[in-house]
């Protein structure tokens, strides 16, 4: 008995500390639509500042209660530098514009942490007073722990005065609803926005630093915790904060009886239950849809096809790909394996957004049960490359056909954050399963066979599969098929006023671009000979986004061109000391400067110079 | 006091206002007629600063206003009740009320709470209530309320009358009857001819982005073939 209590209590602890992140990033989304993955890096910077501040002023118990609400308070200033400087200029951009900058900032915290902080992970001190375990029920507790039970409740407490008793709150809460209408009755939004930032950062910041006396401190807080923040987020319903409340308690004393009896499953438990709530409830257990007016409109893929100089353009370009090996070193191969393996997986993520209108932010699943069906296949089944190679984007379309089943019933972001949570789940249970998936260690030993395993001779096989794949995707982006897609994309009443079943059709363009995504995990496994969880892990879905951005989502070649620059600049830039924090600046001035991406600038530019010439 | 000029706005690629032209003087009632997707709303919404894709110009008080933000045109003593009421469901009725109100200003009438409730008595019973959980007549009379918290000189009433009750509708044209009396400018639309009557000095008659007729209703009564055509009458 007093152990189960015990383990309620511990559920708790974590509940309050799971709240408080969550509560900020619920508010900031609520208010401003932005899907904001640099919350984790906030709750990071809180933990790390509560710890240079704490140990300053080590030992007594103004010192620690002092540095941790300092430190929140300096993390919310870091939010609204981040929101003046960056989030301003791109309230009206596409969310998959707003999530790719906040990534920018969350690579570019991370190595500024890094410079700061170095990369050993610091133990804080406990908190004066509060250092000692009681025992309830013959149990030990932890104070702190009791402390912290006791504080999500208040700060909960806090915000509903904050959002019942002040006219602040009250704009708040009214803009969560209908931002649009909120500005008409002559309210700034401007001012409404930074100061939710602001707010929803220190409470993040405030998590972070709440965090030191019961964890390390460490680089790979942010992305650790970011996943679960979601999550709660989305089950409460985004802009919800007592939403948010009654989910970190949920999710946590769930996974505080549950690691009783499974204990791999604390991964992916949050994500199951997520994808349980959002299919009876699908804007969360206390969210409403919030009006959709004043949203961003949806970029437009165009429609042309290409202009007779642009396919001769392209056909050059392909035939000097396909002549490369015989001019170029074996590792300039190498490299244009990866790049024809992104490109491949741009191009089907593109499908998917562009062709399709649904983001995805967990594309890299289908990429990864590509490779790591076809790993298996070698591995356990004695698969040929060949068939393995078949096998591999099958299971991915099987992979899609289920979780876009679940995703298509929704729309935009929460469309967007239920993919992420199937690749979350896909990723916990390739981590823990590790007598099968091989877990961490990944599958080695995938290699091809004796006649195709020259670089050259596998050049020619990657060349093949993601030059056909690509052209088969065109196809039918143009085919009947993909016209409807598009149609539905476009106006989804309109087109079922029509008679189409637009769900369907969303349905199996989402299986289409995950066979696709599986098979450039297949090439992509067979060139290194191995697998490993990191094909599915949110870092990988993300670079997906940043390709398809980069090269421009208006543009055909976009893709393309975007994940090229993508892997060639990753090449260049990962030799170099501090490269997140020189890639996440390059992602922030694409997203600012050259909106409409590398192609999109190309276009730009020439335009320019015609003119001058003219 | 407002003068539209030449607007015209796009939903994506779509141009749905072609050149209108309209102005809506001092203290004058004027009813934007025409049939359902005529561009009555657009024509709102523009000049509200809620359409980012538009032409032409329009003045308030002789300053350019397109393009503009929507916060700082409702500065300017401009208000908007949108067709849909959009109501904070949320929110209570005195909350949502607190959500328009705005510091008063020299050149218009001033509404306090008191005031409101007296001009919509059911308000203060309900005044506790969510708004969610209002009739539709009561969301009307709330939106309005709502945007007459801002004190505004100029206000823009889009179908006033649309989807409430007969009872309801005789209440509206009062309380625009004293919007008038108090010294506002008021801009509506209106899809029924009859009403428009009752409440306004003069109309336009617009289709298909443009602006058909304009004049007094005996003007209008004078040729019927115009009402026949661009109203469904
Ligand atoms: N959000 C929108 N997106 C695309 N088209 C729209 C949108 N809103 C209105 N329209 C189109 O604009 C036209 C004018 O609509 P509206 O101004 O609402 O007409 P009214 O208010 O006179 O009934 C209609 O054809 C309508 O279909
Ligand atoms: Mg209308």
């Known amino acids: 008995m007093g152990f189960y209590f015990a383990q309620l209590l511990t559920g708790l602890a974590n509940a309050s500390s799971l709240f408080l992140i969550a509560s900020g ?20 910077l809180g933990a790390y500042l509560a710890y240079t501040l704490v140990t300053l002023w080590s030992g007594s118990v103004l010192g620690f209660w002092g540095g941790v609400v300092l430190a929140a308070l300096v993390v919310g200033l870091i939010g609204l530098v981040v929101e003046l400087t960056i989030l301003r200029r791109i309230y009206h951009a596409p969310e998959l514009f707003q999530l790719v900058a906040t990534f920018g900032v969350v690579l570019i915290v991370q190595d500024a942490a890094l410079a700061i902080w170095g990369a050993e992970d610091l133990l804080g001190p406990r908190a004066p007073g509060l250092d ?5 029920l013959g149990e030990p507790i932890p104070e702190y722990d009791l402390a912290l039970i006791a504080i999500g409740p208040a700060v909960l407490a806090g ?8 006219r602040w709150g009250v704009l708040v809460r009214a803009a969560t609803q209908d931002r649009e209408m909120v500005g008409a009755l002559g309210i700034n939004q401007a001012w409404l926005f930074s100061a939710a930032f602001v707010l929803g950062s220190a409470l993040a910041g405030l998590g972070g630093a709440l965090q030191i006396p019961r964890e390390a401190v460490s680089l790979q807080m942010d992305l650790s915790i970011i996943g679960e923040a979601f999550v709660v987020v989305v089950i409460g319903g985004m802009g919800s904060v007592s939403g948010a409340f009654v989910a970190a308690v949920l999710i946590s004393v769930l996974n505080s009886f549950a690691i009783l009896i499974f204990p791999q499953i604390s991964i992916v438990l949050p994500f199951i239950v997520m994808a349980i709530v959002l299919i009876f409830r699908p804007y969360g257990i206390l969210g409403k849809p919030g009006s959709e007016a004043g949203a961003p409109e949806a970029p437009e893929a165009p429609l042309t096809l290409m202009s007779p100089k642009a396919m001769m353009v392209m056909c050059a370009g392909l035939m000097a790909l396909a002549l490369s090996p015989l001019f170029t070193a074996e590792f300039t191969s190498v490299l244009l394996v990866d790049v024809m393996v992104a490109t491949l997986f741009a191009v089907s993520l593109h499908f998917m957004m562009g062709i399709g209108g649904m983001v995805s932010f967990g594309h890299a699943a289908y990429f990864g049960v590509g490779a790591y069906a076809a790993a298996l296949a070698v591995k356990f089944l004695g698969f040929g490359m060949l068939p393995a190679m078949a096998f591999g984007p099958l299971c991915a379309a099987l992979a899609a056909l289920f979780f876009g089943w679940f995703s298509v019933r929704l729309s935009g972001v929460y469309l967007a954050m239920l993919t992420l949570a199937a690749a979350q789940i896909l990723w916990g249970v390739t981590f823990q399963w590790q007598d099968f998936t091989g877990g961490d260690d990944g599958i080695l030993g995938v290699w091809p066979p004796g006649w195709a395993s020259s670089d050259r001779v596998y050049f020619y096989i990657a060349f093949v599969l993601c030059v056909g794949g690509i052209w088969v995707m065109r196809r039918i982006a143009y085919s009947p098929f993909g016209y409807v897609l598009r149609g539905v994309r476009d106006s989804q009443t309109r087109a079922e006023a029509i008679g189409v079943d637009t769900r369907f059709h969303q349905w199996m363009g989402f299986v289409i671009a995950g066979a696709f995504a599986g098979l450039a995990g297949v090439v992509f496994a067979f060139s290194k000979g191995s697998v490993f969880p990191d094909s599915l892990g949110i870092a990988l879905s993300i670079d997906g986004l940043i390709m398809v951005l980069l090269g421009g989502i208006h543009a055909l070649a976009g893709p393309i061109l975007g994940a090229s620059a993508f892997v060639l600049i990753e090449d260049w830039v990962t030799r170099l000391d501090y490269w997140r924090f020189i890639f996440g600046t390059i992602i922030l001035v694409v997203v600012l400067v050259a909106p409409d991406g590398i192609a999109g600038g190309i276009q730009r530019l020439w335009r320019i110079i015609k003119r001058g010439a003219a | 006091m407002l003068e539209i000029q030449d ?10 206002l072609n050149g209108v032209s309209m102005r809506v003087g001092q203290n ?14 657009t024509t709102m919404k523009s000049v509200m600063g809620l359409l980012r894709q538009t032409g032409g110009a329009v003045r308030y008080d002789g300053r350019d206003i397109l393009g503009r933000a929507s916060h700082a045109i409702c500065r300017q003593g401009l208000g908007y009740v949108p067709e849909d009421r959009r109501i904070f469901g949320e929110l209570t009725v005195e909350e949502n009320l607190e959500v328009g109100r705005r510091p008063p200003r020299p050149d218009a009438p001033e509404w306090g709470l008191d005031h409101l409730y007296a001009l919509f008595p059911n308000l203060r019973e309900r005044r506790r209530n969510l708004g969610k959980q209002l009739s539709g007549g009561e969301q009307q009379m709330l939106t309005i309320a709502r945007t007459l918290m801002g004190n505004p000189r100029l206000i823009l009433l889009d179908e006033p009358s649309e989807g409430i009750a007969p009872v309801i509708v005789e209440q509206m044209a009062r309380v625009i009857a004293e919007l008038k009396r108090e010294g506002l400018s008021v801009l ?46």
């Open chain 1, 25 to 44: 990033l619920s508010i900031i989304f609520g208010v401003t639509r932005i899907v904001n993955f640099a919350h984790g890096s906030f709750y990071m």
């Open chain 1, 159 to 166: 915000i509903w005065l904050l959002f019942h008793k002040t």
């Open chain 2, 7 to 16: 607007l015209s706005a796009w939903y994506g690629r779509a141009q749905i």
């Open chain 2, 188 to 233: 509506i639309s209106e899809q029924n001819l009859h009403f428009a009557r009752l409440v306004s000095d003069r109309t336009y008659i617009i289709e298909k982005g443009q602006i058909r007729f304009e004049g007094r209703f005996d003007d209008l009564d004078a040729n019927p073939d115009i009402s026949r055509t661009y109203l469904a009458v």
């Open chain 2, 28 to 41: 004058e009632v004027v009813a934007l007629m025409g049939r359902n997707g005529a561009g009555k709303s």
């Open chain 1, 132 to 136: 000692r375990a009681v025992r309830i």
